[in-house]
């Protein structure tokens, strides 16, 4: 009797209609016409897809990988194809964001978000019997496909390209296809290239060529040990003559013609030597037959141990390159800590300092070492360790550590905000108590017809075990000079031999004379925190930041702040779709 049942019917209930209301919502925009988005300026349009694609706009002289960590939380593939959707609403949209688009290209491999879990499955899934297949190299592929487009416009999309970043793997495998897109690309100034090419292996000559063939304006380039004589043709100034950023490192070759090569290069601003036993102070010094230095405005020196700080002295003796140079690190080098003040006095414009050393002996006493006073320095990397050479009974690193925190106190770094140091302890150490004198140790010459109420004493000496010690003589204890503190807060970043992550306390001065200045507890940070003093970085990420709140006992708790909170960048359109609940949204970082 089923098969003769009926169906039931369904019922719809009306819906009420509501009108539509001219007024907008509280927190509503107003309509925007076509004809007021037509009359936008173009350079206006560019500025507004550069938020919507934030990596476009990455003129860093990094890699892929060193770049992508200060982009931040957010999927540059996602973003890159919201902007190619805005170049698809009007001619004039597609001009300005082909502008963007093609400015500084970057190759990712995967999305940076939950939508690479989805395109993975789909990629495997090549056929209806071949579930499981190999899933291709995207890296690859998209490197291919731009390849082609670049070359089917050569006199468009490829004359904007300045900039180009490829993963490890891909430029590591896909060298014919870099030639090939070098090839097309003359206004390129960065490109990542292989590690091959800094050495003058033979697989990667045919893409170098094509580089100083095609690129005339490339601004920065490496040379490591086995590319001598590559180098030494940059003393010939035919080639790549607006270099900007130069790495040196395990080169042998004569310092002369290691001069001539970086006297060839006026545009040189930033300079790294590491592993180099040749680049000692001879190269510092001026002659007749050799070119001078040009003005740097960033040093950095690993391993050079014959560098010491009179090459330095002799290279700042100019005044072009003292107002020039703001960078300066020096890791393992002859440069001692007390022949620090001698650097600074003669560079009146560094702003960030860097000293990593191992020490044996102790700080030298018997020398009249003047503290460190310099008006412009801003971040400081005093990071002294003991050599395993040195005495284990007695603290070898203590005496240098005394004499950062006397300069500190006495006020010759005013200007410091950021202050790394390899001693847990140093941030407790800047708070200065100063204890006060004891009724009974005054004299009873100065304690005659004394008002207790009067605060403008001028008299009050500590006691002494001297009798013969007059109140106004110059020894007394009351007229040695004092320590000045902390002229302003200080960020303070430690960390000990056996930690692994930098701990934070922000030191506060004193808020009246007499008074004890405060320090915060220290607290570990979430990444490594340095910028390194790259020549090519100039902003410092990687530190945690943190809101102070009430405990609910009179106390404070310092809270992480959630970087995706109102004052983050929001999310793509497609960035949330497929998203499953419990799954990880940085899963791939």
């Known amino acids: 009797m089923k098969w003769f049942k009926k169906k039931k019917s369904r019922t ?29 300026p173009g350079p206006l349009l560019e500025r507004i897809f550069s938020f919507v694609c934030p990596h476009t706009q990455d003129e860093t002289y990094e890699s892929c990988e060193q770049s992508a960590v200060d982009v ?26 082909s502008n963007v688009q093609y400015h500084s290209i970057r190759i990712d491999a995967v999305h940076y978000c939950p939508l690479e879990e989805i395109l993975a499955e789909r990629r495997k899934r090549r056929s209806r019997m071949n579930r499981n297949a190999e899933p291709e190299d995207t890296a690859q592929a998209r490197l291919k496909l731009l390849c082609r487009t670049l070359g089917d416009d050569q006199g468009g999309f490829a004359l904007k390209v300045q900039f180009l970043k490829t993963p490890y793997m891909t430029r590591e495998t896909c060298k014919p296809d870099l030639a090939r897109m070098v090839h097309v690309t003359p206004n390129l100034r960065y490109v990542d290239l292989p590690e091959g090419l800094f050495t003058d292996d033979p697989s990667c000559h045919a893409l170098k060529a094509e580089i ?74 001026y002659s007749d037959n050799l070119p001078p230095w040009p003005p740097l405005a960033e040093l950095i020196f690993e391993n050079t141990p014959n560098l010491s700080a009179e090459g330095l002295i002799a290279y700042l ?57 310099s008006t412009s320095l801003k971040i400081f990397h005093y990071e002294i360790t003991s050599a395993t050479s040195a005495n284990i009974y007695t603290s070898t690193t203590a005496s240098y ?25 140093f941030a407790d150490s800047l708070i200065d108590l100063a204890l006060p004198p ?14 207790p109420f009067q605060h403008n004493q001028t008299s009050r000496p500590l006691s002494s075990n001297n009798p013969f010690l007059s109140p106004s003589s110059p020894n007394s204890p009351s007229s040695l000079p004092s320590p000045r503190g902390l002229p302003s807060s200080l960020s303070v970043y430690s960390k000990g031999l056996e930690e692994m992550e930098w701990n934070f306390s922000r030191v506060q001065p004193p808020a009246l004379p007499g008074r004890r200045g405060s320090a915060t507890a220290p607290r570990p940070v979430s990444s490594y925190g340095l910028e390194n003093l790259r020549a090519w970085k100039d902003e410092r990420g990687g530190v945690r930041k943190s809101v102070v709140v009430g405990n609910g006992w009179g106390g404070f708790l310092a809270v992480p702040v959630d970087g995706g909170g109102a004052g983050g960048r929001p999310s793509s359109s497609a960035g949330e779709r497929g998203k499953k609940s419990g799954s990880s949204y940085d899963m791939f970082r």
Not at 351 to 368: A, W, Y
Not at 412 to 425: A, C, H, I, T
């Open 401 to 425: 550590y005394d004499y950062l925190r006397s300069s500190l106190l006495s006020g010759g770094l005013p200007k410091l905000k950021e202050l790394y140091v390899r001693d847990p302890d």
């Open 317 to 373: 003796f100019r005044s072009d390159t003292q107002d020039s140079l703001k960078t300066l690190s020096l890791t393992t080098t002859s440069v001692h800590p007390s022949t620090l003040q001698r650097i600074l006095s003669v560079a009146p414009a560094l702003q960030h300092l860097s000293l990593i050393e191992t020490v044996s002996t102790s700080f030298p006493g018997n020398q009249n070492v003047q503290p460190l006073n």
């Open 438 to 451: 004891p009724p009974f140790g005054h004299s009873p010459s100065a304690s005659q017809d004394r008002n």
């Open 72 to 97: 931040g939380d957010t999927c540059m593939l996602c973003d890159l194809r919201d902007l190619a959707h805005c170049a698809q609403v009007s001619r004039k949209w597609r001009v300005h964001a």
């Open 12 to 40: 719809f209930e009306p819906v009420e209609v509501l009108p539509r209301s001219n007024s907008l919502a509280p927190h509503g925009t107003p309509p925007v016409s076509s004809q007021l988005l037509a009359k936008l």
């Open 212 to 285: 100083q063939a095609r690129c005339p304006d490339l601004r920065k380039m490496c040379y490591m040990g086995g590319a001598e004589k590559s180098l030494e043709m940059l003393a010939s100034g035919r080639i790549w003559t607006n270099l900007e950023v130069l790495e040196l490192s395990r080169l042998n070759m004569d310092p002369t013609i290691l001069r001539m090569v970086l006297g060839s290069l006026p545009q040189l601003h930033a300079l790294k030597v590491s592993d180099m036993k040749a680049f000692d102070d001879e190269l510092f010094k």
